[in-house]
Structures are given as C-alpha cells and as structure tokens.
C-alpha cells in the first residue's frame, strides 16, 4: 500500500523498467527515453568507443565460463548488451589471443559493459524520481 502512494504521488506511470532494459540493450537509449539528449549521447559515445578500442586491441570477448574469472568477464561482457550479442554473433572477439594489447582490450570491453550497467542503473533511477531530473 505504502508503494502505491509513492508511485502516485511521484506521479510514475508506465512502465519504469524501460529506461533500465533499453539503457542495457543499447548504451545511452535509457538516458534518451528520459528526455537526458546530452548524457545520453556522451554515454553511447563512450561505451560505443571503448567497445571498439578493445575489440581493435583484439581484446576477447568471453563466451562460457570455466572459472571465476570467466565468469566475471562474461557478466562484464554481457553488459553491452545487443553490441556483445552482435558481436559474437559476427565472430568478432572470439580469435586466439596473439598479442599483448589483447589484455588491455579485453578490459576495455568489460570496462564498457559494466559502465553501460551502471548507466542502465542511473537512467532507472531518473525515470522512478530517484534521482532528480
């Protein structure tokens, strides 16, 4: 009961989960569909970026999980949403490691996953009233 004053009087309709899942399929969308042109457009940018510094470093892109450090790449990875799906979907990432760079690359791109969650996160947040606009 005490959630459904709240909602009302914030004055949340809809549904407030779209910002969250938009934000987590496509970096900056979440920002966007809150009205946040700017922030939005500097998130896309920076996670876009920093995907593509990695995957030009021939950085890997994990896709099982044989240990615990697997697996943190992979949820870091997953974070990019429909760019890691397309990604592996494309073969990209999935080479053998050959060079040394690869390891700077492979943090890159799980550095922008897990930015783009927390990106996710905040434009959830703007859209609940959380945080103000």
Same mark, same amino acid.
């Given at each position: 009961?005490?959630?459904?004053q709240?909602?009302k009087s914030?004055? *949340?309709? &809809?549904? /407030?989960?779209?910002? +969250?899942?938009?934000?987590?399929? *496509?970096?900056? $969308?979440?920002? +966007?569909l809150?009205?946040?042109? &700017? !922030?939005?457009s500097? @998130? =896309?940018?920076?996670?876009?970026?920093?995907f593509?510094?990695?995957?030009?470093?021939?950085?890997? +892109?994990?896709?099982?999980?044989?240990? @615990?450090?697997?697996?943190?790449?992979?949820?870091?990875?997953?974070g990019?949403g429909?760019?890691? %799906?397309?990604? !592996?979907?494309?073969? @990209?990432?999935?080479?053998? /490691?050959? /060079?040394?760079?690869?390891?700077?690359?492979? %943090?890159?791109? /799980?550095? =922008?996953g +897990?930015?783009? *969650?927390?990106? $996710?996160?905040?434009?959830?947040?703007?859209?609940?009233? !959380?945080?103000?606009?």
């Open positions: 009961m005490a959630i459904e709240k909602t914030s004055g *949340v309709q &809809g549904f /407030v989960y779209l910002p +969250l899942l938009a934000g987590w399929l *496509v970096p900056g $969308a979440g920002h +966007l809150v009205g946040k042109w &700017g !922030r939005g500097l @998130i =896309a940018i920076s996670i876009l970026s920093m593509a510094l990695g995957i030009a470093m021939q950085g890997k +892109l994990h896709s099982s999980a044989h240990d @615990i450090l697997d697996l943190l790449g992979l949820v870091g990875d997953l990019n429909l760019v890691y %799906i397309i990604a !592996r979907m494309l073969g @990209i990432g999935a080479d053998m /490691v050959q /060079v040394t760079t690869a390891d700077y690359g492979r %943090i890159f791109i /799980v550095g =922008a +897990l930015l783009n *969650v927390i990106s $996710a996160v905040d434009a959830h947040n703007l859209r609940t009233g !959380r945080k103000p606009l």
